[in-house]
Each structure stands twice: as structure tokens, then as C-alpha cells.
């Protein structure tokens, strides 16, 4: 059985940072591509980092979160780690896969999803 669990949410101050894990089961991250996606109150959506093995680890990232964002695998994990966090990064994080390697941030070509977690900022 395929799974994606999200960890590492929670409240956070301004300019603060964290580190969001997705741990896989049921497949291996080196036959997929994996991407964390985040969705704000009111908001559509949206793809902030993706990840994909060819060769060697091959990263993408949404050009709001360039900078800040940085996404890692570990094994089956796979790691995003926010620094300098802004009120604007309130949303609830997804991460998803999906079969090949695909470095995509659009979510209509993702099969598997997590739960979700949530990542709130204080100011």
C-alpha cells in the first residue's frame, strides 16, 4: 500500500525556521518523482519544491519560494526545510508523488498524496 506522512507542522514565528518530512511507504523515492505542495485559507493550490532522482538528486522550486525553501531526500524520506519564515507560508503542506522522474510542481500529474500538515506563522 502506497503512503505519504506528512510531519514536522506547527506554529512558528516570523523569520523562524522548521523542517517538514514526508515519509514513503509502499514504493521507493528512486522510481518516483516526489513534490510538496502547500494550499493557504482561501487559495488555490500550489507547488513550492519537487524533487526527482536522475542520476544524481535533481531539485525545482517555485520562484516565490527560491531561496528559502529546500527540498532533500533521505532514503524514503523527503525533507523541506523553510528558513526565514513569512506570514504568507501559512498553509497546510502537502507532499505527493508520482511514478517516473517527472520534475513537475503541477499537482494534476501527481498519484499519491499525504495527508497533509499543517504550518502555521506567528508575528
Known amino acids: 500500500e502506497v503512503q505519504l506522512v506528512e510531519s514536522g507542522g506547527g506554529l512558528v514565528q516570523v523569520g523562524g525556521s522548521l523542517t517538514l518530512s514526508c515519509a514513503v511507504s509502499?514504493?521507493?523515492?528512486?522510481?518516483?518523482?516526489v513534490g510538496w505542495f502547500r494550499q493557504a485559507p482561501g487559495k488555490e493550490r500550489e507547488g513550492v519544491a519537487s524533487?526527482?532522482?536522475?542520476?544524481?538528486?535533481a531539485t525545482s522550486y517555485a520562484d516565490s519560494v527560491k531561496g528559502r525553501f529546500t527540498i532533500s531526500r533521505d532514503k524514503n524520506t523527503v525533507h523541506l526545510k523553510i528558513v526565514n519564515l513569512k506570514p504568507d507560508d501559512t498553509a497546510i503542506y502537502y507532499c505527493?508523488?508520482?511514478?517516473?522522474?517527472?520534475?513537475?510542481?503541477?499537482?494534476?500529474?501527481?498519484?499519491?498524496w499525504g495527508q497533509g500538515t499543517q504550518v502555521s506563522i506567528s508575528s
Open positions: 505527493a508523488a508520482l511514478s517516473g522522474q517527472i520534475l513537475t510542481m503541477k499537482d494534476e500529474l501527481y498519484t499519491y
Open positions: 509502499g514504493f521507493t523515492v528512486d522510481d518516483h518523482a
Open positions: 524533487i526527482c532522482h536522475i542520476i544524481v538528486d
